[in-house]
């Protein structure tokens, strides 16, 4: 079946690093691809998305491109910031027609100062 | 405000005590689900409703039962709450035909 797979964090990073999390994906067919952002306290958000091969999504100084031939979708930014501490997680919708999201199990990334 | 609401945010409760969390969304989407995270796991899906009085089961739908009356509600019943399903709860909606969802703040639940 469909599957994400993300790096395990915690990533910890200080103030002004640059930000690589992995993910890779199995599915058929041509599955659209998530990276949502849950701060704290919070409900997910989106953050980026791509929906077919590649595609760069990008937000807030996020990238992510959507690699078919390494079924890969990382998540990058070039400066983080104390605000970007965060669990971020990877998906990809089927594109089954039924609205499915099939989830990676989420990285901590947690920048000081 | 375009939300996703959930209610309780927090509930602690015994083994066998009927509870039901609510979710309401107010942006007219068809589509709405449910959701629980657990550590190592991510998110799986527990229901989903593609419209009034259309509901389906996700991944992981036993010991959960949910209705949807209203387009707006979509509430999650746990008939006889067990231990393992203590967890952290997301409700979503979406509108047909586009893939991104909307997620609620989250219902943390402990079942004693």
């Known amino acids: 079946g469909d599957s994400v797979t993300q790096m395990e964090g915690p990533v910890t990073l200080s103030e002004e690093a640059f930000l690589t999390i992995n993910c890779t994906y199995t599915a058929t067919g041509y599955p659209s691809l998530f990276w949502y952002v849950q701060y704290p306290g919070e409900g997910l958000q989106l953050l980026l998305k791509?929906?077919?091969?590649?595609d760069k999504g990008s937000n807030k100084g996020f990238e992510a491109t959507y690699r078919k031939e390494t079924t890969s979708f990382h998540l990058e930014k070039g400066s983080v910031q104390v605000s970007d501490s965060a669990v971020y997680f990877c998906?990809?919708?089927?594109?089954?027609?039924?609205?499915?999201?099939?989830f990676g199990t989420g990285t901590r990334l947690l920048v000081s100062p | 405000e375009a939300q996703v609401t959930q209610n309780p945010r927090y509930l602690i409760t015994v083994t066998g005590k009927k509870l039901t969390v609510t979710c309401s969304q107010n942006m007219n989407h068809e589509y709405m689900s449910w959701y629980r995270q657990d550590p190592g796991l991510g998110l799986r899906q527990i229901y989903y409703?593609?419209?009034?009085?259309?509901?389906d089961k996700g991944d992981v739908p036993e010991g959960y039962k949910v209705s949807r009356k209203e387009k707006r509600n979509f509430p999650l019943i746990l008939e006889s709450p067990s231990p393992n399903q203590t967890s952290l709860y997301f409700c979503?909606?979406?509108?047909?035909?586009?893939?991104?969802?909307?997620f609620g703040p989250g219902t943390r639940l402990l079942v004693l």
């Open positions: 791509a929906t077919k091969a590649d």
């Open positions: 409703s593609m419209n009034v009085e259309v509901t």
């Open positions: 998906a990809l919708s089927p594109n089954t027609g039924f609205q499915k999201l099939v």
């Open positions: 979503a909606s979406g509108r047909t035909g586009q893939e991104t969802q909307y």
